[in-house]
């Protein structure tokens, strides 16, 4: 499988070119060159299959050529059977109405569904560095969540040193805890003095100092890494197998931020899983919501939520689907995304956004109708949904065309992640899970530091020699 960028300015690239570089430098994003098929009898023998099966199957293709088939089950059995989940079926189903499911994506250790793809992305980066006796260094910015899904993705693995920056005293408590009291001796976590702005500056400059990014081997797991969209694939495969795909459609609705889940899902549709309708939930900071209803990108300032994950004003992976709808012509896509950098906007033609409104139906929530969902269907169910889980169920009730087809809302996050909104919502305070109860009262490991280049490089320089 060749992978080539949406901008049309890098040479086709491998898997293994594609995993460890993240972005294209042209500065695209990769994409298969194109989408492998699997027929009806081919998906219909995947069911009653383990997660890891499933898997296997359908990431296979795409990993062709840098694995072996037996390298990729091995990762795999490792991440998701002997692993860190704690639900054996790892993104179970529960019905909360006729016709209306909630899958489960938060039994991984942070409990939130980048775990899914992040604990595979460990394993994956660790198997190919270790082949090609290489080591690199993670450095990302957090205010909150993916540092703590990226440091559970990285300890143990030998062949990464990760350093995470968060903004002190302006992450939660359990976020914090989560990131900190991870004691392994290849995680560095640095409590910034500044703000989250500070830390992802901080982050671009050590990026952008050529001796020090070559020195440390530097690198990145963000969101627009190919190999976690296609880890991402694997559970609307397995979700719609468990309703009766291939012989019977499935509808999913998905909250929505960088574009990363939801984009996995059409993925899962173009290699031929019968996904009838696709819904996008934004909460308040609806640049997508908007883009579907007028064919107009436009960004504004971002507004705090209580779905904080969501609070995103540019939605990176967008550009892979921009690519498709026009038809690969790279050229217009540079100039889309030049108008939306220099002008903060850009517009499709009205046949585009007819095809795009085929492709995705999309819905926002305000913070009302979060809460209001949150406490309707613990109400009417008994089930408690987190803020985030609560926009996506907001969009799929509000969007649905085709009440007989089963519809599945995905839940991205547990609800004690958010035990502060979810509790003004419904009234119930939810309790973190077993292996998380003792969470607080864990020992932390944390270096403060100014927010300064030079030193910052020096702590990481120190703190990597072996
Ligand atoms: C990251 C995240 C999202 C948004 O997912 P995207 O792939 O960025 O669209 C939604 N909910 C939760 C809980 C998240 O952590």
């Given at each position: 499988m060749k992978y080539i960028s949406t901008r049309g300015r890098s040479e086709p690239a491998s898997f293994e070119e594609v995993l460890l570089a993240g972005m294209a430098p042209d500065g695209g994003l990769y994409i298969p060159e194109c989408w492998p098929r699997m027929d009806e009898r081919a998906i219909a023998a995947l069911a009653g299959r383990s997660y890891v099966e499933v898997a296997h199957s359908v990431i296979g293709p795409y990993?062709?050529?840098?694995?072996?088939?037996?390298?990729?089950?091995?990762?795999?059995?490792?991440?998701?059977?002997?692993?860190?989940?704690?639900?054996?079926?790892?993104?179970?189903?529960?019905?909360?109405?006729?016709n209306l499911f909630i899958m489960e994506l938060f039994h991984g250790p942070t409990i939130a569904f980048k775990d899914y793809a992040l604990q595979f992305l460990g394993n994956l980066f660790d198997h190919i560095l270790e082949k090609r006796g290489e080591r690199v260094t993670i450095v990302g910015a957090t205010s909150g969540d993916t540092g703590s899904a990226a440091i559970e993705a990285c300890r143990g693995c030998k062949n990464?040193?990760?350093?995470?920056l968060h903004p002190k005293g302006r992450v939660s408590e359990v976020q914090r805890k989560q990131m900190t009291s991870v004691n392994a001796p290849n995680v560095h976590n640095i409590?910034?003095?500044?703000?989250?702005?500070?830390?992802?500056?901080?982050?671009?400059?050590?990026?952008?100092?050529?001796?020090?990014?070559?020195d440390m081997n530097l690198s990145a797991v963000n969101s627009i890494n190919w190999a976690r969209i296609i880890a991402q694939t694997v559970y609307y495969f397995a979700g719609a197998l468990a309703l009766g795909a291939p012989g019977r459609k499935v509808s999913f609705a998905v909250p929505?931020?960088?574009?990363?889940?939801?984009?996995?899902?059409?993925?899962?549709?173009?290699?031929?899983?019968?996904?009838d309708q696709l819904t996008i939930g934004t909460n308040r900071n609806d640049i997508l919501t908007r883009f579907f209803e007028t064919g107009a990108m436009t960004r504004e300032t971002v507004k705090p939520t209580i779905s904080p994950s969501?609070?995103?004003?540019?939605?990176?992976?967008?550009?892979?689907?921009?690519?498709?709808?026009?038809?690969?012509?790279?050229?217009?896509?540079?100039?889309?995304?030049?108008d939306f950098k220099t002008e903060g906007a850009f517009l499709v033609t009205s046949a585009e956004l007819e095809r795009a409104r085929a492709d995705f139906t999309a819905c926002r929530s305000s913070e009302e109708d979060t809460a209001a969902t949150i406490r309707t269907i613990h109400a009417e169910t008994g089930y408690l949904l987190d803020p985030h889980t609560a926009v996506g169920v907001h969009a799929a009730l509000t969007g649905r065309t085709d009440p007989s087809v089963p519809l599945v809302a995905l839940a991205c996050a547990h609800p004690a992640k958010f035990p502060d909104a979810v509790e003004k919502a419904s009234g119930i305070r939810p309790p973190l899970p077993d292996h998380l109860a003792d969470l607080l009262e864990?020992?932390?490991?944390?270096?403060?530091?100014?927010?300064?280049?030079?030193?910052?490089e020096e702590f990481v320089r120190a703190a990597i020699i072996r």
């Open positions: 990993v062709a050529g840098a694995l072996s088939d037996e390298e990729l089950r091995c990762l795999l059995v490792k991440t998701y059977e002997e692993g860190n989940f704690t639900h054996k079926a790892l993104a179970p189903l529960v019905q909360v109405d006729s990464i040193d990760i350093f995470i409590a910034l003095h500044g703000d989250f702005d500070d830390c992802q500056a901080l982050v671009k400059e050590m990026f952008a100092d050529e001796t020090f990014r070559k929505t931020g960088n574009f990363g889940n939801v984009f996995a899902a059409y993925v899962g549709k173009q290699m031929g899983l019968p996904i969501m609070d995103i004003q540019v939605s990176s992976n967008f550009e892979r689907y921009l690519f498709g709808l026009l038809d690969h012509d790279s050229a217009r896509l540079c100039a889309m995304m030049n864990r020992e932390e490991l944390v270096s403060e530091l100014e927010n300064d280049l030079v030193r910052a």
